[in-house]
């Protein structure tokens, strides 16, 4: 079963324009959220994180948003930059005290000049 | 060194050989995971290791595959008697400790013809 689910295999955003990536998770016990930035032929970057006590992290251009309630966090970019075109990979951790990391399948965003 | 260090690249192997993948952790993290990225599929976890010891093996796939890791660095993943649904992304990571952000390493693609 698929724990986190990144519904959009792709998004498409103009440079300068707000970039919203979608997230949901099924398992209420998870603790901690992370998204993740990679390049092809390059590792996963870590990006931001959050923890379930909160509903908002930010990071210069970089936001995430948890609804608990609805089991949805989201990524914003604002503004997009062309270097931001990567895939983004949404991930939990903490599901019975596990340390692994449970990753959605992600999001390729690519910003338009 | 500054990052975490993964060998080969890239590796081509017949079905049925067997194959050795490589991780060095960033120095003095003691806590060290594999994870592999299928074609067009997020980040599967495969094993954990905090120290030399593997409390979660939970995601090896069959009694093919295996890891050790000695000293508390460097981390060795061996597939036996490979077949073509092995080929895939082996991911390595390792974080400060377990409560800490993973950090990725570029990866090994193997291709098993």
């Known amino acids: 079963d698929q724990q986190v689910k990144q519904n959009s295999p792709s998004l498409s955003v103009q440079e300068g324009r707000i970039s919203i990536l979608n997230c949901d998770y099924t398992n209420s016990m998870f603790d901690y959220f992370l998204w993740y930035k990679k390049y092809p032929a390059e590792g996963p970057t870590f990006l931001i994180s959050i923890s379930s006590i909160k509903d908002k992290n930010e990071d210069g251009r970089f936001t995430v948003f948890l609804n608990k309630s609805a089991k949805h966090l989201s990524l914003h970019i604002v503004p997009s930059q062309p270097g931001d075109s990567a895939v983004y990979f949404c991930a939990a951790r903490g599901y019975q005290g596990a340390q692994k990391l449970v990753f959605g399948q992600g999001t390729r965003l690519t910003i338009n000049p | 060194g500054a990052g975490v260090s993964q060998s080969p690249s890239n590796k081509v192997t017949e079905k049925g050989k067997d194959v050795e993948l490589r991780c060095d952790p960033i120095?003095?993290?003691?806590?060290l995971y594999w994870y592999r990225q299928s074609l067009g599929q997020g980040l599967e976890f495969l094993i954990y290791f905090q120290g030399n010891s593997a409390p979660d093996k939970s995601g090896l796939p069959s009694d093919r595959f295996s890891a050790e890791r000695t000293g508390g660095s460097v981390s060795t993943l061996t597939i036996q008697r490979t077949q073509q649904e092995d080929s895939a992304v082996y991911l390595c990571?390792?974080?400060?400790?377990?409560?800490?952000?993973?950090?990725f390493g570029a990866g090994t693609r193997l291709s098993v013809l």
């Open positions: 120095s003095g993290h003691t806590a």
């Open positions: 990571a390792s974080s400060l400790d377990p409560k800490n952000i993973q950090y």
